[in-house]
T-cell receptor
Framework: NAGVTQTPKFRVLKTGQSMTLLCAQD?????MYWYRQDPGMGLRLIHY???????AKGEVPDGYNVSRLKKQNFLLGLESAAPSQTSVYFC?????????????FGPGTRLTVL | DAKTTQPPSMDCAEGRAANLPCNHS???????VYWYRQIHSQGPQYIIH???NNETNEMASLIITEDRKSSTLILPHATLRDTAVYYC????????????FGSGTRLQVQP
């Protein structure tokens, strides 16, 4: 049971380049999330998904797109990277349940945009 | 979700109990108190959560006041590996239930 994994772990992009970050979970969780964390700050929600084939915007969605074609995978895309998107990106998942369930986080992807 | 207030930093001696406070005076009846921590450069890690009653697990204890307006996370025997930023988060049971991370408390365990 690997939990939540993220690919790649590190990436350097030039301004205007595109890339896709992959998040995978093997816990059969319904909900998945993408957060970003800038230096010295807490995590902020980019997009989330409440099930296969569904996505929704979080607090800071601009410049990002997501897809959830398979229940176990949640992809985060940057179509035209900007230096402001330099950050650490964390994926998380949780079961769909009532109160009392928890989120499980991946190890993060460190992205630098030059 | 209710807002939380935590001290920015705390120190604790290794082997002693670390008591991390959190104020959540606007919490509503169906909102839970969750604690996560983030060790440097790693993804956040779930510690414990509660609604009304005090809770204990293998990692920590959570004490919630009777009026639910504040809580304390207790690490009974802090080790150097407990050095991290600790986040207190209040979250309801409906909706997207994404976590709203504030600045947290940076706990430094001293040898």
């Amino acid at each position: 049971n690997a939990g939540v994994t993220q690919t790649p772990k590190f990436r350097v992009l030039k301004t205007g380049q595109s890339m896709t970050l992959l998040c995978a979970q093997d816990m059969n969780h319904e909900y998945m999330y993408w957060y970003r964390q800038d230096p010295g700050m807490g995590l902020r929600l980019i997009h989330y998904s409440v099930g296969e084939g569904t996505t929704a915007k979080g607090e800071v969605p601009d410049g990002y797109n997501v897809s959830r074609l398979k229940k176990q995978n949640f992809l985060l895309g940057l179509e035209s990277a900007a230096p402001s998107q330099t950050s650490v990106y964390f994926c998380a998942s949780r079961k769909r349940a009532g109160g009392g369930d928890t989120q499980y986080f991946g190890p993060g992807t460190r992205l630098t945009v030059l | 979700d209710a807002k939380t207030t935590q001290p920015p930093s705390m120190d604790c001696a290794e082997g002693r109990a670390a008591n991390l406070p959190c104020n959540h005076s606007t919490i509503s009846g169906n909102e839970y108190v969750y604690w996560y921590r983030q060790i440097h450069s790693q993804g956040p890690q779930y510690i414990i959560h509660g609604l009304k009653n005090n809770e204990t697990n293998e990692m920590a204890s959570l004490i919630i006041t009777e009026d639910r307006k504040s809580s304390t996370l207790i690490l009974p025997h802090a080790t150097l590996r407990d050095t991290a930023v600790y986040y207190c988060i209040v979250i309801g049971v409906t909706g997207r239930r994404a976590l709203t991370f504030g600045s947290g408390t940076r706990l430094q365990v001293q040898p």
